[in-house]
T-cell receptor, first 113, second 114 residues
Framework: SAVISQKPSRDICQRGTSLTIQCQVD?????MFWYRQQPGQSLTLIAT?????????ESGFVIDKFPISRPNLTFSTLTVSNMSPEDSSIYLC??????????FGPGTRLTVL | AQTVTQSQPEMSVQEAETVTLSCTYD???????LFWYKQPPSRQMILVIR??????QNATENRFSVNFQKAAKSFSLKISDSQLGDAAMYFC???????????FGKGTSLLVTP
């Protein structure tokens, strides 16, 4: 399994601002994923980030709102732009390991005031 | 798109007892993967157990086992000898063999009482 870290672990932000979340993996992986978990809800995939190409976004998520970078095989960032209280969620990154299993980072708890 | 249904929003079990969490899914595929993840209050998603659809044998990991009924599209999780540390949200998830994104159920909150 992969060891995944995320920064920050939590943040409180003002509406209209942006926050960049970092995800670091201890091994090289091809596919990294970003999920959102709204309060009391399940996980929803935001986008898939492959190194060397643009991220692929799921329905309902757009690049202008959630720009993603994937500069190398161990690192990715997700930016939540022009935040509103509706963006208050836990954001999790994950990687696809062997045996098609996804492993998750510890998550970033975002509160937007 | 495949859907995953967890019909039990909350479950409770006494310490040392056994509890079963239900999960059903809808798919037209024959080859896929199923997972149970645990999310304690720390919010870390932890893999509990994994099942490949082509395997008839039910997966087992220590106190955790599944009852995989492919024809019925059912994938329940049994936790034996429940411990206080088992208290968490449990999510059932589906992964297509041709895809990459996990489809999650809504989760079951498990309470373990002394």
């Amino acid at each position: 399994s992969a060891v995944i870290s995320q920064k920050p672990s939590r943040d409180i932000c003002q509406r209209g601002t942006s926050l960049t979340i970092q995800c670091q993996v201890d091994s090289q992986v091809t596919m990294m994923f970003w999920y959102r978990q709204q309060p009391g809800q399940s996980l929803t995939l935001i986008a898939t980030a492959n190194q060397g190409s643009e991220a692929t976004y799921e329905s309902g998520f757009v690049i202008d709102k959630f720009p993603i970078s994937r500069p190398n095989l161990t690192f990715s960032t997700l930016t939540v732009s022009n935040m509103s209280p509706e963006d208050s969620s836990i954001y999790l990154c994950s990687v696809r390991g062997g045996t098609d299993t996804q492993y998750f980072g510890p998550g970033t708890r975002l509160t937007v005031l | 798109a495949q859907t995953v249904t967890q019909s039990q929003p909350e479950m409770s079990v006494q310490e040392a007892e056994t509890v079963t969490l239900s999960c059903t899914y809808d798919t037209s595929e024959s080859d896929y993967y199923l997972f149970w993840y645990k999310q304690p209050p720390s919010r870390q998603m932890i893999l509990v157990i994994r099942q490949e659809a082509y395997k008839q044998q039910n997966a087992t990991e220590n106190r955790f086992s599944v009852n995989f009924q492919k024809a019925a599209k059912s994938f329940s999780l049994k936790i034996s000898d429940s411990q206080l540390g088992d208290a968490a949200m449990y999510f059932c998830a589906y992964l297509s063999n041709s895809g990459y994104a996990l489809n999650f159920g809504k989760g079951t909150s498990l309470l373990v009482t002394p």
